[in-house]
């Protein structure tokens, strides 16, 4: 897969076995994405050589915020053991189908790509020259379903210019949801200037990585769209507690984590996302982004 952060064509991550004092067995899973701003799969596994055959409770809630991933697949596997994950019902959910970039997107047809009233797509931009990305964009729209809703996403590879340009073509266009992180994260003030400036809506991504993260752009004053990657992101309780407590626009995305992380980041998109499929007119009707065909086969 391409993205402005290059070719991804190996998902590495660690899948953690954890047996209680009673023979009761969980599991959780370590994915991490060190260029969003994890720690890498060699910290982590170092971290989990570090416990030796022991781990504890305490030693979990004490996992440093500099681990994130491990955070997330620790804890996970201790709601586990409390019977707090529920298998999630997949089919009940609203999926964002992630294109295939470049010109290869228009090779295909999307008529029925998506059995949604209001289907919705992700196509990734950044990656070519910004000319050649918008001839092909106004292409894309109309080979979508007239109905059909897309997210632009930059993965922060824009300038302020392109930013400019993507707005200037996206203006007033109702199927664009939203252009997503358009400008690294250390752009922060300019991503907040253009917002303000035009209609379609922004999402913060790379910028919002982690809990700690997401509370600083929450306090700087950012109220559009939150994308957030809960394998990454830290504890899921302390993801819960705070999305609980603020009224966010958040759409839960995924990283290619295998069905035993997937399914705890399924029920927090359920529980705090704003996935309510019931009215397809609802302000905040939001597509999980958690449609991995066909890009990872094997999980």
């Known amino acids: 897969m391409r993205t402005s952060h290059g070719v991804w064509k190996v998902r590495e991550g660690i899948i953690i076995t954890l047996r209680n004092s009673e023979g009761k067995i969980a599991q959780g899973e370590i994915a991490p994405i060190p260029w969003f701003g994890s720690e890498d799969t060699a910290e982590a596994a170092q971290f989990c050589q570090q416990q030796g055959n022991t781990i504890t409770s305490e030693i979990i809630t004490k996992i440093p915020t500099t681990l994130p991933a491990c955070q997330f697949g620790?804890?996970?596997a201790l709601l586990s053991f409390n019977?707090?994950?529920?298998k999630v019902?997949?089919?009940s959910l609203n999926y964002c189908y992630l294109l295939p970039t470049g010109k290869q997107v228009l090779e295909q047809e999307y008529q029925l790509k998506n059995k949604s009233s209001n289907p919705t797509f992700k196509w990734k931009i950044g990656i070519d020259e910004?000319?050649?990305?918008?001839a092909i964009f106004k292409k894309l729209l109309v080979k979508l379903p007239h109905n059909a809703r897309l997210r632009l996403d930059a993965n922060g590879g824009l300038t302020i210019k392109q930013a400019q340009a993507w707005l200037e073509v996206t203006e007033n266009n109702k199927m664009i949801e939203f252009i997503e992180q358009p400008l690294p994260p250390s752009n922060f003030q300019e991503m907040m200037v253009l917002q303000e400036t035009y209609s379609t809506s922004l999402a913060l991504d790379e910028s919002v990585a982690t809990i700690s993260q997401l509370k600083d752009c929450y306090?700087?004053?950012w109220r559009d769209v939150f994308v957030i990657k809960s394998a990454i992101a830290g504890f899921p309780s302390h993801l819960r507690q705070f999305c609980q407590q603020h009224d966010l626009d958040l759409v839960f995305s995924s990283v290619f984590e295998t069905s035993i992380g997937r399914q705890v980041a399924l029920q927090l998109a359920?529980?705090?996302g704003n996935c309510?499929?019931?009215?397809?007119?609802a302000l905040r009707d939001r597509a999980v982004g958690f449609s991995l065909d066909p890009w990872f086969s094997n999980y």
Request: proline residues 0%; aromatic residues 4%.
């Open 74 to 76: 620790f804890e996970s």
């Open 83 to 86: 019977q707090e994950i529920k």
């Open 89 to 91: 019902d997949e089919n």
């Open 130 to 134: 910004t000319i050649q990305e918008i």
């Open 219 to 221: 306090e700087k004053g």
């Open 270 to 272: 359920l529980e705090l």
């Open 276 to 281: 309510d499929l019931g009215s397809a007119e």
